[in-house]
């Protein structure tokens, strides 16, 4: 069976750690030709080796760059540096934060940080993969990281519910401009997945714990599912597959 993602390549914005970090290796495991990781800092929060290293060890091909998705600069360099490897096939919007002070009463500068990284990010390295698959002519993939907040409110998440609904809007305006030039552009939801976060937290861990007893699947997702998911969304197994939020959260929001 041909490998989902043979021959491609991808850059993973927010790569090093958590989520992101899940993303960028189950590219390398499904095999990407190369895996081009854009971060802040190149440690992961989980410790441990860095991303690229641990593609690297397992034989594939990856690379760092230091980037910060509110500057288009940086996600044009981000992008210029998948020519070395053929030019890039999937970009995967996965940059994101959130906020410990959210909320209806959320502060205006506090709602402009969620807006400039979750939203405008979003759009910043989306646009600049897009250019370069069109100046390509061979069409590509764009996978946008939101939220199974994007997709159901919670009054502590009124900023950041804000912004990944307006992702995953983003998203089905992106498919619908650029289908005619062969680019998909899809969004995947994560529910409650098992990060550093989690792990460091025991008060986040048992807030979780009666979450995870309400959804059908009874537990935490892990970051290489929701991984082989965006895979799958980056490869020739989904192409007639655009302008979808897709939830991986276990079934939660299924049932809320």
Known sequence: MTAMLEGKVVAVTGGASGIGRGIALAAARHGAKAVIIGDLHDQPREGGETTHALIALSGGTASFRKADVTSRADM??????????????????????????????????????????????????????IAAMIARGKGGSVVMISSMGGLRG?????????????????????????????????AVCPGLIHTALIESSPAVAAAIEPMCQRMPLRRLGQPSEVGDVVAWLGSPFSSFVTGVTLPVDGGQTAIL
Do not use: W
């Not at 999937?90 to 940059?95: P, S």
């Not at 205006?108 to 940080?113: G, I, L």
């Not at 900023?159 to 650029?178: E, F, I, P, Q, R």
């Open 154 to 186: 919670a009054g502590f998440t009124t900023g950041y519910s804000a912004t990944k609904g307006a992702v995953n809007m983003m998203t089905a305006a992106l498919a619908d401009a650029h289908g005619p030039q062969n680019i998909r552009v899809n």
């Open 76 to 129: 044009d360099a981000l992008v210029a540096e998948a020519e070395a490897f053929g030019g890039i096939d999937l970009m995967v919007c996965n940059a994101g934060i959130a906020v410990p002070d959210d909320g209806p009463e959320i502060a205006p500068d506090v709602f402009r940080k969620l807006i400039a990284i979750n939203q405008e990010g979003a759009l910043l390295s989306a646009q600049a993969a």
